[in-house]
């Protein structure tokens, strides 16, 4: 799957400028970027329902534009929002898009059956959707978009608005799929998601990648995690960078900003004691200690200068019809 | 494309006895209004050329229940697009003209349903068929297949507007008036002049003569030949705008 200059806009907004990339067979793309980056047209793009104003994308080397037909044959969309018939239980909705896809009653009905087990939906399966919770949900959704075994697989965003426990399983059941060799690409907000599941990474920013690499070139050129201290009195602030500094790697630097202290580590919790007693010995009062990972801001700040978001010609995302 | 439209039909049909309230709802609406015009205004009103007023009145009712009937299909349109679901059908390797023929036929299935009660109800209050019963099933079948086109306009409603509430308020903002401004309920003959010059040309009117004149051993003349081209010609013109606009429906 590849997509060369891909270009898109919407009346004022340019959604697309110039995108380009490449998933090789049997690894998982991340596209990470921030709300409006242009993520989900990039996917729309890739699974025939939008077409782009310029530029190309091919699925399996055959055009999207010009043989959208060939190319429905051969992906799975899971969408952004659920795209399951809530009045169907879940063994039907498989079944329905079994159908659909011609692999015939009894095919539709075996794979339905196969699915379910895979989802852990067994037991939900005929029960009528409009029950089941969001990480159910989300679960068959994806099932349905692996009923005809797609070659390329779209995963947009799919642990948005999960609850930590779900984002988790959901986070097991990707990697067990992507463990089977399929083609992946996904999209996601979250770092620590592209980190655990992709092979590579695209960093996409205002339609276009702004860096591209393996999980662990990036998280280098990102910046790695940092302990975090809020001393009680801004004016210990200073004795606090002064008793850290012992425990900085060769390079590092502690910085302060008003009463808060930051400390950045390689790798490592285990600082997070050590930083205590050297606070407790200076005799330094502290409200907070936190342990920080680097976070979608902290690899725009890194990479762009200024931070995610809020780029001023941008719109907020409008609910689509 | 046959096999997608008869998924898609079963799609929606298997739902149907899932939520009996929405089949009630249905029913609710012409049952009173058979209930109330016959038994409260029905015997102040005298149609000529018909013994009793029931005779009169449950054609116009039937072809009310079937044009209401197809406000079915914009709801279900415009719920499908709310959920996504019509994105992921847009991905499929479907015949994607089968989305709506799909749901416009299901919903003929429905309104099949509704209108054999109706008939049933309408027997209970003293309708007969005065003519033969080929003439009764094709008055039936005239006003089926008028409810069908009319699932069409309301499938372009369905795909234009953003919420399932939107779209029951847009179709009765046309349906009341075209089936209040016609011969439903009584003889146009009475309305002031641009209200009858609105009924003479409401298909609505055609169709609902045509039937009642099939129902009573009348020969429907013109009406007949008159309200098959409104059914067919509102099929073939919605029917293509509403595949139109599915097509493009965000692919702009
Ligand atoms: N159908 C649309 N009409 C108008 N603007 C759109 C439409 N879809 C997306 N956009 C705009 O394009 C930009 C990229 O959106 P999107 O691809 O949804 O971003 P992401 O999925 O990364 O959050 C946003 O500014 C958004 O407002
Ligand atoms: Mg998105």
């Known amino acids: ?321 | 494309m046959l096999r997608d439209t008869w998924t898609e039909a079963t799609r929606n049909l298997r739902v149907v006895p899932r939520s009996p309230d929405l089949m009630i709802f249905a029913l609710v609406q012409p049952v009173m209004f058979v209930l109330l015009f016959v038994y409260v205004f029905g015997g102040s009103i005298e149609i000529p050329g018909f013994a009793t007023y029931q005779q009169y009145l449950l054609p116009g009712i039937f072809a009310q229940t079937v044009l209401f009937g197809s406000g079915f299909t914009g709801a279900g349109v415009a719920e499908d697009m709310q959920k996504g679901l019509i994105e992921r059908l847009r991905s499929l390797p479907m015949s994607q003209s089968a989305v709506l023929i799909g749901r416009t036929v299901s919903d003929l299935v429905r309104n099949t349903v509704t209108f054999a009660v109706m008939l049933l109800v309408g027997f209970f209050v003293g309708f007969r068929f005065e003519g033969s019963i080929p003439a009764a099933v094709a008055a039936s079948a005239l006003l089926l297949g008028f409810g069908y086109a009319f699932s069409w306009i309301m499938a372009l409603i369905g795909l234009s507007v953003s919420s399932v509430e939107t779209v029951n308020s847009a179709g009765f903002v046309w349906m009341f008036p075209i089936t209040f401004v016609s011969s439903t309920f009584v003889d146009p003959s009475t309305f002031p002049t641009p209200l009858r010059w609105f009924a003479d040309i409401n298909p609505f009117t055609a169709a609902t003569n045509a039937s009642r004149a099939l129902y009573n051993g009348y020969s429907p003349g013109r009406d007949l030949l008159l309200s098959i081209g409104w059914a067919i010609g509102i099929s073939v013109v919605f029917g293509y705008l509403a595949n139109r606009r599915f097509a493009r429906a965000n692919r702009t």
């Not at chain 1, 539709?108 to 009528?128: H, M």
């Not at chain 1, 005809?148 to 097991?172: I, K, Q």
């Not at chain 1, 790798?267 to 606070?279: F, N, Y």
Request: glycine letters at 10%; proline letters at 5%; one cysteine or more.
């Open chain 1, 1 to 321: 799957m590849e997509t060369i200059g891909l270009a898109k806009r919407f009346k004022d907004v340019e959604a697309l400028r110039g995108l380009d990339l490449v998933i090789a067979e049997a690894t998982v793309l991340g596209v990470l970027g921030p709300n409006g980056a242009g993520k989900t047209t990039a996917v729309r793009i890739l699974t025939t329902l939008l077409r782009p104003d310029g530029g190309r994308a091919f699925v399996d080397g055959i055009d999207v534009v010009a043989e959208p037909h060939r190319v429905r044959a051969r992906i799975g969309l899971t969408g952004q929002d659920a795209a399951v018939d809530e009045r169907l239980t879940g063994r039907e909705n498989l079944d329905y898009v079994g159908r659909l896809h011609h692999l015939g009653p009894r095919m539709s009905r075996q794979r339905a059956g196969e699915l379910l087990d895979q989802f852990d939906l067994a037991d939900a399966g005929d029960r009528v959707v409009k029950g089941y919770s969001g990480g159910m949900r989300r679960r068959l959704d994806i099932a349905m978009s692996l009923v005809a075994r797609p070659s390329v697989l779209f995963l947009d965003e799919p642990t948005t608005g999960l609850d930590p426990r779900s984002r988790l399983a959901m986070w097991d059941l990707i990697a067990d799929l992507v463990a089977e060799g399929t083609t992946t690409l996904l999209t996601t907000q979250n770092l620590e998601e592209a980190d655990r599941l992709a092979d590579r990474i695209a960093v996409i920013n205002r339609g276009s990648v702004i860096a591209e690499g393996g999980p662990d070139e990036l998280k280098q050129r990102m910046g790695g995690s940092r302990i975090e201290i809020e001393v009680r009195d801004p004016a210990d602030a200073d004795g606090a960078v002064e008793a850290l500094w012992p425990l900085c790697a060769e390079g590092c630097r502690v910085r302060r900003q008003g009463r808060v202290v930051t400390l950045p580590v390689t790798d490592g919790a285990q600082l997070v004691p050590e930083v205590v007693r050297a606070m407790d010995a200076a005799g330094i009062a502290i409200d907070d200690v936190a342990m920080r990972r680097p976070t979608l801001d902290d690899v725009f700040l890194n990479l762009t200068g200024h931070r995610a978001d809020e780029a001023q010609d941008q719109a907020p995302e409008p609910a689509r019809p």
